[in-house]
């Protein structure tokens, strides 16, 4: 017997072994570092005790803050994945302000629909706050792959996390899932459920009495006018608890507006018709929103789709909000959210807060207390109300996003009609079918 050659044989055997179980090593780590998903820090959204993270790291794109979609009522965070040969991959968060009737499941499937996804799997992450998430594939774009998550939230709000993509190149769509999932960190505060008390107090107190008249001239940073904004009530002949609000809104060269609510607070409906226009433009643009059968409230234009918000919640029409305001200087809250609808159909949380006078923009020594109103769609879009020592509102300062600052002082009707004559309009009516 030749031991040296089995010797040789068996180290030999012995080598090649090792090699290839350094392979099978080193290929399992390769799957093991593509598959790793790195995230940023958490990118947090004001006012509603939420914050996530965004895959991060070499060939990741992503914005840099949420951004609100007026289409879907939501505000966004997108993020890309892009290298040359390894294909495309969108990640995208949407906070849905308020959601659509039904379960997880068939939230999903109307997605897919919408995207014409062909869904393969359903499954869950989480116990107290489950997010439930389907696999769908889309057949029409090259079989791209898709991952959709939903996660029902308090208020009506939801949260989706969508991983899309034709080719991960190394990445794997579930692990992107369930590595930002991983990172999301919600702490609901007290302030949501004291706007929905502070905004039932409201109704209730404003079925027994009327809502006051309001008369504002509009001026620019340098102290111009540049407008007027009026409003006066009146009660329904019909014997219901309907409460007539007709508005006026006059910017030179920028905005003319007439519009009308009937509104019953006990019931809380309210139908709402505006028609809008800009002078140096022809045509008018007319929104109407109204409660149909089941309670949802449809919002439509004579320019654009269809919109609709579920059954069973309340928005407060955006023109009720200066005297929710005085509500809410009055309570014992010191913040408050609460959902307002723009005459465009927007829907936009509001943040009310108490701020002391020496901390508000505008400065006047007849200003005893300021109501901040932070729409929560933007940064820099806010409102502060001036009250003097009775709680009577001496005006407000207002910021929009991209332009300067501006004050609308309150005034008298008849100082308005004297300032700007033949373009004060505080009499003519838009009829609303009740």
């Known amino acids: 017997m030749d031991t040296e050659k089995i010797k040789r044989y068996s180290l ?41 993270s965004m895959p991060s790291g070499p060939g990741w794109e992503r914005m840099p803050a949420w951004q609100y979609e007026d289409a879907e009522n939501s505000m966004t965070l997108v993020g890309q994945f892009h290298r040359p040969g390894r294909g495309k991959t969108e990640v995208r968060w949407r906070f849905v302000f308020s959601t659509a009737d039904g379960s997880e499941r068939e939230l999903l499937e109307r997605q897919a629909q919408k995207i014409g996804a062909v869904i393969q799997s359903f499954d869950r992450i989480g116990q ?3 997010l439930v998430y389907a696999r769908m594939l889309i057949p029409s774009a090259a079989r791209d792959e898709v991952y959709m998550g939903v996660m029902r939230l308090d208020a009506n709000r939801s949260l989706e996390f969508l991983v899309r993509s034709s080719e991960l190149g190394g990445l794997h769509g579930e692990n992107v899932l369930k ?39 509009i001026k620019d940073a340098a102290g111009e006018n540049r407008g007027y904004y009026h409003t006066w009530h009146s009660m329904s002949s019909n014997g219901r608890q309907h409460r007539r609000m007709q508005i006026r809104q006059f910017e030179y060269d920028l905005l003319k507006l007439k519009s009308e609510i009937w509104l019953d607070p006990l019931e809380k409906e309210y139908r709402w018709k505006t028609d809008l226009s800009n002078p140096r433009a022809e045509g008018t643009v007319v929104y109407e929103i109204v409660p149909d059968e089941s309670g949802s409230f449809l919002v439509t234009c004579n320019a654009k789709e269809v919109k609709t ?5 309340f928005f407060l029409p955006e023109p009720l909000l200066t005297e929710l305001a005085r509500a809410f200087l009055q309570s014992e809250y010191d913040g408050a959210i609460v959902d307002v609808l723009a ?36 940064p820099d879009s806010y409102e502060e109300l001036l009250f003097d020592a009775s709680q009577n509102l001496l005006g407000k300062f207002e910021q929009q996003p991209g332009r ?14 004297q300032i700007f004559q033949n373009d004060f309009d505080g009499n003519a009516t838009v009829p609303v079918a009740l």
């Open 179 to 217: 590595s930002a999932v991983g990172s999301i960190q919600y702490r609901p505060g007290q302030e949501t459920a004291d706007g929905r008390a502070l905004m039932e107090a409201f109704l209730q107190s404003r079925s027994q009495r009327p809502l006051a008249d309001e008369a504002f001239l």
């Open 309 to 313: 918000f579920p059954a069973g919640q």
């Open 343 to 378: 005459a465009r159909g927007q829907l936009v949380p509001v943040h009310l807060t108490k701020l002391s006078p020496d901390k508000a923009k505008a400065k006047s020594e007849a200003v005893a207390s300021v109501i901040r109103m932070d729409f929560l769609y933007h």
């Open 128 to 130: 107290d706050c489950p």
């Open 12 to 52: 030999a055997e012995v080598a090649l072994l090792m090699i290839f179980m350094s392979g099978l090593l080193i290929a399992g780590l390769i799957v093991k570092l593509r598959a790793r998903v790195f995230l940023s820090d958490p990118i947090a959204l004001p006012g509603f005790g939420l914050s996530v």
């Open 404 to 417: 300067r600052g501006r004050i609308w002082d309150a005034v008298s009707t008849e100082s308005l009609r």
